[in-house]
């Protein structure tokens, strides 16, 4: 059985940690409400632009032509994966890098063997995972989560835009976690580029902005078809990329606040546990002094 003194440190440092695990789930529930009012507001605008691009690409000889949805035999593939820059959210970023592992194992096996997989890591937790393990790594835009903005998201998808336009990759795909609760995150792998006109192409790895043909809408275009395809499409393409790091934010904070009340509960509950501890011991350490001091004093009467 432990003296008192361990049990008293013991309860003393657990309830520190109960403290810590407190306030930090007070500060991801405030950081969430933000979080979750901007990826709320982008999710509509965001699916109506895709919306309209659908409809205008898909009746526009221009599609075919566009630089974006040059399909060729893939031989380098970009992974962007979002996750956090910190770490006691639960299996938020393992979650993560566990899909984007998984997804370069299963369909880009030989491109990773040769060594032609590339992961774009947004978040130190992703960096340092792949960098620990050897993969190929782009780490420039590690560290842009703690200022995530709308011009931030834009200058790392024109990066990676202009990296497939120039041929250094022929497939990207974005790993990230999508929000849906408090309690709920829901990873999502996407194909980024290039845009596919023939969803049963990829049944495994579809883009949100994947092209089908519905029902036609009828624009008023100006200046023509042509130019508003390809100034929409780029534009689409950096408000999804947007897009998916509000999600992955709002999901880090969710996640965080769930953690962090989890550890909360068992800290309280572990705190119940060295408490009974406690009083256990200290009503022994009572019983044995109260058993000394009736033994001494039995023994001083038979010796008088």
Do not use: H, W
Request: charged share 25%; hydrophobic share 40%; net charge positive.
């Amino acid at each position: 059985m432990p003296s008192l003194k361990e049990v008293r440190s013991r309860i003393t440092s657990v309830s520190s940690t109960q403290q810590i695990t407190k306030a930090m789930k007070m500060v991801a529930a405030a950081k969430l409400r933000k979080a979750q009012d901007r990826s709320m507001q982008m999710r509509p605008y965001a699916k109506k632009l895709s919306d309209i691009l659908k409809n205008i690409v898909t009746n526009s000889e221009q599609a075919a032509s566009s630089e974006y949805m040059d399909e060729r035999p893939t031989a380098k593939v970009l992974i962007i994966i979002a996750t956090s820059d910190r770490g006691l959210c639960g299996g938020f970023n393992s979650n993560a890098i566990k899909a984007a592992v998984n997804a370069a194992k299963e369909k880009y096996a030989s491109q990773l063997e040769a060594g032609n997989v590339t992961f774009m890591c947004i978040g130190k937790k992703g960096r340092d995972f792949f960098l620990k393990r050897n993969y190929k790594v782009d780490a420039e835009y590690a560290e842009i989560l703690a200022k995530l903005s709308f011009e931030v998201a834009r200058n790392a998808a024109e990066k990676v835009m202009l990296a497939f336009k120039n041929k250094e990759y022929d497939v990207v795909e974005l790993v990230y976690n999508e929000f849906k609760n408090v309690a709920t995150q829901v990873i999502q792998v996407e194909r980024f580029l290039p845009i596919s006109l023939n969803l049963s192409a990829q049944p495994q790895s579809t883009s949100k902005l994947d092209l089908k043909k519905d029902e036609p809408t009828d624009y008023v275009f100006e200046p023509d078809q042509a130019e508003i395809v390809t100034q929409l499409l780029p534009k689409t393409l950096k408000i999804q990329f947007y897009k998916a790091l509000l999600e992955s934010n709002a999901s880090e904070n969710g996640a965080r606040m769930s953690a962090m009340d989890k550890a909360t509960e068992n800290a309280g509950e572990l705190l119940k546990e060295l408490k009974l501890t406690y009083n256990r011991t200290r009503q022994a350490a009572i019983t044995k002094e109260i058993l000394e001091i009736v033994g001494g004093a039995e023994a001083l009467a038979s010796g008088a």
